[in-house]
């Protein structure tokens, strides 16, 4: 009897602290992700999570990522699970994951849906501000168990945001295409992240109103709308910037104002985004100083 009063005790006890146990957030779609503890065994399914999932302190968790997840060096070591297009999913999982990072406008709908068929928690990513990678640190540190290194991430994010914030408050507004595919010829909407590093730095996206996230364009309508700086993604293959110089009345080849930017810090919605609004704000103001 004894013995059996000393078990129930125990079970009495231990039940608050499993309830304790479970954490939860809301993924940037404002689903509500839940899980029983910190999670162990985490892929993600897109290069810029792998950044936030590192920067949060839970690099030692991710058991597999996929292709181009390449910063910081440890990453290139994880088993790939595909193309973010293209997901292997009977390698995702192999992998036995218990939780999955996925990135909402890159991956695949139905793979997301196929997934959480096996029951696996998919926190679905898509951060369209710096406010959001600020909270993305917080979020997924707070899955993984490492709170304590996403909080100082996300603050030490923040106040690095908020200096270039101070610093180019106010400039006078710079009109800008930002071409990330030549044919089609293709570019990004205001919703897209790409588009707040533009305004922080005083800048305004010629294409901000179109509906799609990743529109096409025409060559006809950039020209139209005639903006005073071109930028491209310094990976591009094709020598996009050349292909404009045949448009000499285009103010941002007349002004000499073709530049290409890093793009794993300008394409990837991780903490090294910021490296990358120095680096265009620094072009603006290139762009401001050959208007006067």
């Known amino acids: 009897m004894r013995a059996a009063a000393c078990m129930l005790l125990a079970g009495a006890a231990l039940a608050p602290a499993a309830a304790v146990a479970d954490v939860s957030v809301k993924d940037d779609l404002g689903n509500t992700i839940t ?87 998919v926190y679905e990513s898509q951060p369209a501000d710096f406010g ?36 180019y408050r106010g400039r006078p507004e710079v009109s800008v295409f930002y071409q990330i595919w030549s044919q089609p010829l293709m570019t990004l909407n205001g919703r897209h992240m790409v588009s ?3 305004r922080l730095c005083g800048g305004r996206n010629i294409f901000t109103d179109l509906p799609q996230l990743a529109p096409t364009v025409s060559v006809e309508a950039v020209l ?16 996009p910037l050349e292909r404009w110089r045949q448009f000499p009345r285009l103010r941002a080849v007349r002004d000499g104002q073709l530049y290409s930017i ?27 100083a050959a208007m006067k």
């Open 262 to 288: 890093n793009a794993d810090w300008l394409n990837r919605a991780g903490p090294r985004i910021l490296e990358a609004a120095a680096e265009v704000c620094g072009r603006l103001d290139q762009a401001r």
């Open 35 to 121: 899980l029983a503890q910190p999670a162990r065994r985490i892929v993600s399914l897109a290069p810029h999570v792998t950044e936030l999932l590192y920067a949060a302190g839970a690099g030692d968790r991710l058991v597999g990522a996929s292709n181009h997840s390449d910063y910081p060096a440890a990453a290139a070591k994880l088993p790939s699970v595909g193309s973010f297009a293209a997901l292997d999913l009977e390698r995702v999982l192999s992998l036995k994951p218990d939780l999955i990072v996925g990135w909402h406008s890159g991956n695949k709908p139905s793979q997301l849906a196929r997934l959480r068929e096996f029951g696996i928690p």
């Open 224 to 239: 139209a709308a005639d903006p005073q700086v071109i930028l491209t993604p310094s990976d591009a293959k094709d020598q």
């Open 132 to 167: 959001m990678i600020a909270t993305s640190l917080e979020q997924l540190s707070h899955l993984a168990g490492s709170d304590a290194t996403g909080q100082a991430a996300a603050s030490a994010f923040r106040a690095r945001w908020q200096s270039l914030q101070a610093q």
């Open 196 to 198: 707040s590093v533009l």
